[in-house]
Structure formats: C-alpha cells, structure tokens
C-alpha cells in the first residue's frame, strides 16, 4: 500500500524546535522527490520545503529559509523537517508529499500526487 505517514508535530513554545518525520511506504522512494507543506488555518497550503531524490537539492520557501531543514535517508524511506526557532506564524498542520511522477523538486503542490495525513504543529507566543 502506498502511503506517507507523518509524526513529530505538537504544542511547543516560541523559540522551540521540532523534528518531523515522514515515513514513505514506496516502492520507488530512492528516485522520488519529496516535498513539506503545511495549511494554517483559513489559508491555502504553502510549500515550504523539498528534497531532490538524491538528497543533492533543496529547496526552501523564504519564509522557513535558515530556520528549517529538510533531508531524507533512502535506506530507511525516511524524510524529516527539522524546524528551529519555531514562531506562532508556524502553526499549521504540517504534510509530507511524494512526486512519484519524478525526482526533482517542484514548489508546487499539483506536482504532487502521494500526501500524508498530516501532522499539527502548534507554537505558542
């Protein structure tokens, strides 16, 4: 069965930092980019990070850029976002996604066709 499923999120403080985890039951994940994305509240879903499918690239939005990290191990079928200084603004339900149609980073989300459930991230000031 193919899926993401995603942990790591909760209830942290500004400043705080967490580490997301996205575990990919993919037959084809050494040569799937992956990305992260998250939905606030009444708002569209933002790209916030990806990761070629070798790792070699990333690619962040301003927003994150020096705060978050993505990386992925291939023998394990792991991707993680390691998330520091985390502010209010960073709340959101957080998703992994797979661009099983290729292996290179797109920013945008229809480029995507495996998501995870999601994981909600809340940071409180």
């Known amino acids: 069965q193919v899926q993401l499923v995603e942990s790591g999120g909760g209830l942290v403080q500004a400043g705080d930092s967490l580490r997301l985890s996205c575990a990919a039951s993919?037959?084809?994940?050494?040569?799937?980019?992956m990305g992260w994305f998250r939905q606030a509240p009444g708002q569209e879903r933002e790209f916030l990070a990806g990761?070629?499918?070798?790792?070699?690239?990333?690619y962040y939005t301003d927003s994150v850029k020096g705060r978050f990290t993505i990386s992925r191990d291939n023998a394990k079928n792991m991707v993680y976002l390691q998330m520091n200084s985390l502010k209010p603004d960073d709340t959101a339900v957080y998703y992994c996604?797979?661009?099983?149609?290729?292996?290179?980073?797109?920013?945008?989300?229809?480029?995507?066709?495996?998501w995870g459930q999601g994981t909600r991230v809340t940071v409180s000031s």
């Open positions: 993919l037959r084809n994940f050494g040569t799937t980019a």
């Open positions: 996604a797979a661009r099983s149609g290729g292996g290179y980073v797109d920013t945008s989300g229809s480029s995507y066709d495996i």
């Open positions: 990761i070629n499918w070798g790792g070699g690239g990333t």
